[in-house]
């Protein structure tokens, strides 16, 4: 005696007011979990069933009809016949799946000076291509590139098997560092030497930016740890020359001569006397005293 069959919607596991999406859902997640390559205890008997409620309840004309007269008393529906068809559409599809192999990712990290990481790059990276010959592809920096940017390349990494996509390439940029600059944000920093004799008058000195040397003025009475911004000299925000940059920041240092002649001290001291208690101070006239600090410190 043939065994009765189940409800269709019960089988499924859903309501009977469900959506074509809502059983199609449905009917996936129980094939991957009965197919008999996954489950093979029960002879493929429970997809078999799965399949049969899918061929129904899928169709909009047989679910009508299901929905009205339940179950057929015979096969003469030819039902069996597109479940069998279902049935073998869904072993295909699990087949060429178990065939397919998706390429693996590849990780490179390419390392970058601190001006191509500011201006922007193009550097050519070589990669196997799994013939045992390497092959070149071209990887393009942006201006303003931070290290630790990590670059996606679809496409670009092993190849698939059985028609599968390749795997994807991953560059993570690297950005080498500079004996003078630090990055901040879009603004550089550097720090800048000068001499006791410069920081007391005020000179005019070279600094080096981005863009060469630049030069910049130091106000008479400059103390050490002063920052000076120079406005536009930093790193760009976009691509293109006019693209809106950041600014390079100068800290001075100021060098305290450790070597004296007798004459550097006496004048030294004599401006630290002059710099004193008033009434204790020989009356030296100030723009004389330091243009004699010059003369004697910079021999």
């Known amino acids: 005696m043939a065994r009765k069959k189940r409800d269709y919607y019960l089988v499924l596991g859903v309501a009977r007011d469900s959506s074509e999406l809502d059983i199609k859902r449905a009917f996936r ?12 205890d029960d002879g493929g008997e429970r997809f078999r069933e799965i399949n049969e409620a899918y061929a129904v309840l899928s169709d909009k004309e047989s679910r009508a009809r299901y929905d009205r007269w339940g179950h057929p008393d015979d096969g003469s529906s030819g039902l069996s016949a597109v479940v069998d068809a ?17 390429g693996k990712d590849i990780r490179y990290t390419l390392e970058i000076s601190f001006e191509e990481s ?11 291509d799994g013939t045992g010959t390497n ?19 679809k496409g670009e990494g ?31 920093r550097s720090e800048h030497a000068i001499r006791f004799t410069q920081a007391a008058l005020g000179a005019v000195i070279d600094v080096v930016t981005l863009d060469g040397d630049v030069k910049m003025r130091i106000p008479e009475g400059t103390q050490p740890g002063r920052v000076f911004r120079l406005r536009g000299r930093g790193i760009p925000q976009a691509a293109g020359k006019n693209a809106p940059r950041g600014d390079h920041l100068v800290t001075i240092d100021v060098e305290v001569p450790t070597e004296l002649t007798a004459k550097q001290r006496e004048l030294i001291e004599e401006l630290a006397r002059l710099t004193g208690e008033p009434e204790k101070t020989p009356q030296v006239p100030k ?7 010059r003369s004697l410190l910079d021999e």
């Open 158 to 188: 092993e190849p698939g098997k059985g028609g599968a996509q390749n795997g994807d390439l991953h560059v993570m940029i690297r950005v080498a560092t500079h004996a003078q600059f630090e990055r901040e944000g879009f603004d550089v």
């Open 287 to 293: 723009k004389r005293l330091l243009d004699r600090v």
């Open 29 to 40: 997640e129980l094939a991957r979990q009965h197919h008999p390559d996954v489950n093979p």
């Open 86 to 102: 279902a049935q073998e559409i869904i072993n295909d599809v699990f087949r060429r799946r178990r065939n397919k192999q998706r």
């Open 135 to 153: 092959r070149e592809l071209t990887i393009v920096v942006a201006p303003g590139t931070k290290s630790g940017t990590v670059k996606l390349m």
């Open 118 to 128: 500011a201006f922007g790059a193009s550097k050519t990276i070589s990669l196997p």
